[in-house]
């Protein structure tokens, strides 16, 4: 007979009063939506706990075409950690992996014990880390020394365009810097900086892209650490290894750049930077604006293009800037209040066939692209994926327009064009922004829509992407994937909501960590803005003469790209 169980009458109201307690926990949780972030418990990686009907399926679990992922392996090998399907929901018992990281597990653990709403734990989150970091600089096991807000910097010039740092309660990353690479070829007189950023994975990325390009290249070059190493989701060789390794590399990928066919790579400036995550999830969220605002900086040329790595340049761009009559002309072009858009497009082939196809093109220009365009080799970029994102560009028009003449486009919300520009005239990126969701729409509308700056499309010149393995950052946001912690795309989302809101009543600024180079009156209105000068006159040169706008549908009406062919 099995032994039963008698509780005492003060017992029994204990327990009754327990459950009690526990349910009206439960129902709160499940009203607040709330989502838990806890780092650094489990071997450096991130648990989830998240409460109510939005359970996603862990990072983890996510694999290509049954495959283990990149990110899964280096858990394995790192953390030692193999079973995935339980990392997201084990409490750990062993905190020697996250020793460096002790100060935000304790203050996790105390969050984690109280029922608050989601936006005042994402907050004390925030503000833990952020008191961590700046506390804990010796976690680095490297001296680093970041220069790049000194105005004695000579890279730094006074930027004309507003903006702000961020408050107490906003979040942006903390880049160090710890080499800088300057290329010790001449300086051209007449030239474009491509400003661009990436990191170890795209190292061979950025080697074509120079290879291809004659003029300058000003790139911010990342490099998250974890426990003092480099962190890398994609390659082996990379993972886990010293910083000085790749320090060595990159300083050897460099010089072999600037020395290999002097006259026809490019000028090659790299800013590297660092930065101490404390888990492997973290270092996937990408700061790209903040990059992206270091390579502007890099530039020291009048005219910047602002562009990704995995894309390359017609060169003919090159050859028509060189000439000093219309460089001058363009440098009036766009003193006048306009952006050159350059059509972006991508080959249908995404192997070697396409890569060869890509860098063809760039070398014999437009008349060798076209015709590929026509019998859908290559395609608008992202044309059937997303093709909001460079709709505006009308590349049906482009594609049939034979003359010299530009053509005026206007702006559409998601347009992500790839814009040729006044330096002085790049607003900063808000650094707030990282990973992959609307970084790049933020910074297009506030040229757009603040600045006011027409949107001019260059009837020749173009930018074409190089085909490559998707990243597994992109991999994973495009299954709907959080990173961070949070949320990220939703929190992304309103950030940018918010931005264009104050764009349009001209009150934006975007945050970021040089808003000591900011003036405050650049929201001054444009000449475009009166009805004279680039909108309202003509350019003394007929090949920079701006039509009037007509309505150039009436070439491509019915025409839409084959996106099955």
């Given amino acids: 007979m099995a032994p039963s169980l008698h509780l005492k009458p003060w017992q029994l109201k204990r327990l009754q009063f327990m459950l009690v307690i526990l349910v009206c926990t439960l129902w709160i949780l499940y009203k607040s939506e709330v989502f838990v972030a806890t780092e650094c418990l489990i071997y450096g990686s991130p648990i989830y706990s998240e409460i109510g009907d939005s359970l996603s399926p862990p990072l ?36 020697e992996y996250c020793s460096r990281c002790n100060a935000i597990q304790e203050d996790t653990r105390k969050v984690t014990s109280a029922i608050a709403p989601a936006q005042h734990l994402e907050a004390f989150h925030d503000q833990q880390v ?226 060869e196809l890509a860098v063809q093109a760039v070398q014999q220009g437009k008349s060798y692209l076209v015709p590929h365009l026509k019998i859908n080799y290559a395609f608008p970029f992202h044309g059937c994926y997303f093709p909001v994102g460079q709709g505006a560009t009308e590349s049906l028009h482009w594609i049939k327009n034979s003359t010299t003449q530009p053509y005026r486009i206007f702006y559409e919300e998601y347009y992500e064009p790839y814009l040729l520009m006044k330096k002085s005239s790049v607003p900063f990126y808000d650094e707030r922004f990282t990973g992959r969701h609307r970084n790049k729409m933020q910074h297009i509308a506030h040229v757009a829509v603040q600045s006011k700056l027409a949107l001019i499309v260059h009837p020749r010149h173009f930018v074409i992407h190089l085909p490559h393995k998707r990243s597994f950052a992109a991999e994973h946001a495009h299954r709907g994937g959080k990173l961070g912690g949070v949320d990220h795309k939703h929190k992304m989302e309103g950030y940018y909501q918010e931005a264009v809101v104050e764009m349009e009543a001209t009150q934006f600024a975007p945050v970021t960590t040089f808003s000591h180079l900011c003036l405050p009156d650049a929201n001054k209105p444009r000449p475009a803005e009166t009805g004279v000068g680039v909108l309202g006159g003509e350019m003394d040169n007929p090949s920079f003469k701006l039509p009037e706008f007509v309505d150039y549908f009436e070439e491509g009406v019915g025409e839409y790209w084959d996106c099955n062919s």
């Fill in 60 to 95: 983890a679990s996510y694999s290509l075409k049954g495959e283990t992922l990149p990110w899964q392996r280096v858990l394995e090998s790192r953390f030692k950690i193999t079973n995935f399907g339980d990392l997201w929901h084990t409490i750990p018992v062993n905190g």
């Fill in 130 to 355: 952020e008191a961590y970091l700046q506390q804990k600089q010796q976690i680095l096991d490297v001296a680093v020394a970041d220069n790049s807000n000194k105005n004695s910097d000579p890279l730094i010039n006074k930027k004309s365009s507003s903006c702000r740092a961020p408050k107490s309660t906003e979040t942006v990353p903390a880049l160090k810097r710890i080499k800088l690479l300057h290329s010790r070829k001449p300086r051209l007189e007449h030239a474009v900086t491509i400003v661009t950023q990436l990191s170890l994975e795209r190292m061979q990325m950025l080697e074509h892209q120079c290879s291809l390009w004659p003029h300058p290249i000003a790139a911010a070059f990342y490099i998250p650490l974890v426990q003092g190493k480099v962190f890398s989701a994609e390659s082996s060789k990379w993972e886990g290894a010293a910083l000085e390794e790749a320090l060595a590399a990159l300083a050897a990928m460099h010089a072999v750049l600037d020395d290999i066919n002097a006259d026809k790579s490019c000028i090659l400036d790299l800013d590297v930077v660092v930065e101490e995550v404390c888990t492997p999830e973290k270092a996937l969220d990408y700061p790209v604006n903040a990059l992206r605002n270091r390579a502007l900086i890099l530039a020291h040329t009048e005219l910047v293009l602002l562009l990704d790595v995995d894309f390359i340049v017609d060169q003919d761009l090159a050859r028509t800037v060189e000439d000093p009559k219309l460089f001058t002309e363009l440098v009036g072009m766009l003193s006048q209040g306009a952006a050159i858009v350059l059509p972006a497009f991508e080959t249908a082939d995404e192997g070697d066939a396409g890569v």
